[in-house]
């Protein structure tokens, strides 16, 4: 799961510091940051919201001790946070890295 960004740093290093070719470099930098985002966005989903063991569910030591507003206000900045990982990774830095080519 990974080893795809590790595999998109990897190739986006390789395809700026080896190939000073602007078209390389246009093809390949677009796919960079959805090949980072996409396995992590649903791995912070799963371990942040799973229903018995999610680190940000009620009976997880992670925020169980806090007043209920306070555990909804959490959760509620998690998930705007993966909705902006989201949207940021596969719609705004393809855009950008195209714009700045």
């Known amino acids: 799961m ?7 740093a ?3 290093a390789a395809s700026l510091l080896l190939t000073p070719s602007l078209p390389v470099a246009a093809v390949v ?12 966005t649903p791995l912070c989903a799963c371990v942040w919201f799973h229903p018995e063991r999610g680190n940000l569910q009620p009976p997880s030591k992670v925020i169980g001790h806090l007043p209920a507003v306070f555990q909804a206000g959490v959760r509620w900045y998690g998930a705007l946070l993966l ?3 989201f949207f940021v ?10 714009a700045w080519l």
């Open 2 to 8: 990974f080893g795809s960004s590790i595999l998109a």
């Open 10 to 12: 990897g190739v986006s």
């Open 29 to 40: 930098l677009p796919f960079i940051g959805p090949l980072v985002v996409a396995p992590w």
């Open 83 to 85: 909705a902006l990982l």
């Open 89 to 98: 990774g596969f719609v705004v830095w393809p855009v950008m890295s195209l």
